[in-house]
C-alpha cells in the first residue's frame, strides 16, 4: 500500500532527540525519516525530497544555516529551523538563509505540530491562493504563479520560498496597502505577528532582487507605519 502521509525529514545530531520527534510525528500521522548531519540532509532531500525539513542548527560537520543556503539554490522545500538560541539575530539569519519558520529548543509537542501544519498549509498554491491567480505583472515586474517564478526585465529572479511567498501575497493584492501584523500573520504565521524586524528584513531582501534603486523603490512601497504596498500601474 503506498503511504500517502505528508514526509518529514529530521535533521538532529542528538540521537534522544531523532527518537522523540520520530515517535511524536508519527503518532501523529506524519512519515518520518532521520538523519544526523547536514551532508545527510542535504543527499536524503535531493534523493527523495519530503514535504517539509526540521533542521538543527547546530550540526556536527555543516551548520543548519549552511545547509540552508545550500538547499535554497536547488530547493524550495519548506524548513522549520530549531535552536537552543532564542536570540533575535540567529533568528533573521536563519529567515533570511531561507527558513520558513524558527522553534527554540525547548519545546512542547503541541506546539511543533502546529508549526509543522502551519507551514505544510502554507506551502500549498491551493492554500495561499495561488491557484486563482496566474500572472501578476507590473514596468518590467512579472511574477508567473502558475510556475512560481519571478523576473524583472526578462531576467528570472533566484527568490526563496518566504521572500517568494510575500511578494506573491503582495501580488494577489495589488494596488492595497497590507498592514505589518497582516503580512506577518500571513507569511510566518500568528505567532509572529509582532515581529516587524522580520518584515523589514525581507522587504530589504526583495528591494534588493526587484528593485533598479532599493533606496527610490518602483513596486514594494513604504507606506509609514502601516505596512506596505505593491504598486499595480
Known amino acids: 500500500m503506498t503511504d500517502t502521509r505528508p514526509r518529514l525529514l ?37 534523493h527523495r525530497p519530503p514535504d ?27 524548513v ?15 529567515f533570511t538563509a531561507g527558513a520558513d519558520d524558527y522553534l527554540t529548543k525547548p519545546f512542547g509537542v503541541p506546539e511543533l505540530l502546529a508549526r509543522v501544519r502551519a507551514v505544510l498549509r502554507r506551502s500549498t498554491p491551493e492554500a495561499s491562493g495561488e491557484a486563482s491567480f496566474q500572472r501578476y505583472e507590473v514596468g518590467e515586474l512579472v511574477v508567473d504563479f502558475t510556475a512560481r517564478r519571478v523576473f524583472v526585465a526578462k531576467r528570472e529572479i533566484r527568490l526563496t520560498p518566504t521572500e517568494y511567498r510575500l511578494l506573491s501575497l503582495m501580488a494577489r493584492h495589488a494596488g492595497k496597502v497590507l498592514t505589518h501584523p497582516f503580512l506577518l500573520g500571513q507569511v510566518w504565521g500568528e505567532e509572529h505577528a509582532a515581529e516587524v524586524n522580520y518584515l523589514r528584513v525581507f522587504m530589504a531582501g ?18 509609514q507605519g502601516v505596512g506596505y504596498r505593491l504598486a499595480d500601474e
Not at 534522544?16 to 532531500?45: K, N, P, S, Y
Not at 522549520?80 to 536563519?94: N, R
Not at 533598479?212 to 513596486?219: F, L, T
Open 52 to 78: 517539509l525539513m526540521i533542521l538543527d542548527i547546530g550540526l556536527p560537520d555543516l551548520s543548519g544555516q549552511e545547509v540552508l543556503v545550500e538547499l535554497r539554490t536547488w530547493s524550495k522545500l519548506p
Open 206 to 223: 526583495l528591494r534588493r532582487k526587484l528593485e533598479v534603486d532599493s533606496a527610490q523603490p518602483r513596486y514594494l512601497i513604504t507606506e
Open 10 to 46: 529530521i535533521v538532529d545530531d542528538e540521537a534522544a532527540i531523532r527518537t522523540f520527534l520520530t515517535a511524536a510525528l508519527d503518532g501523529a500521522g506524519f512519515g518520518v525519516a532521520a538523519v544526523a548531519t547536514g551532508q545527510e540532509a542535504l543527499a536524503a532531500a535531493m
Open 80 to 94: 522549520i529551523v530549531l535552536s537552543a538560541v532564542g536570540h533575535e539575530l540567529q533568528k533573521v539569519e536563519s
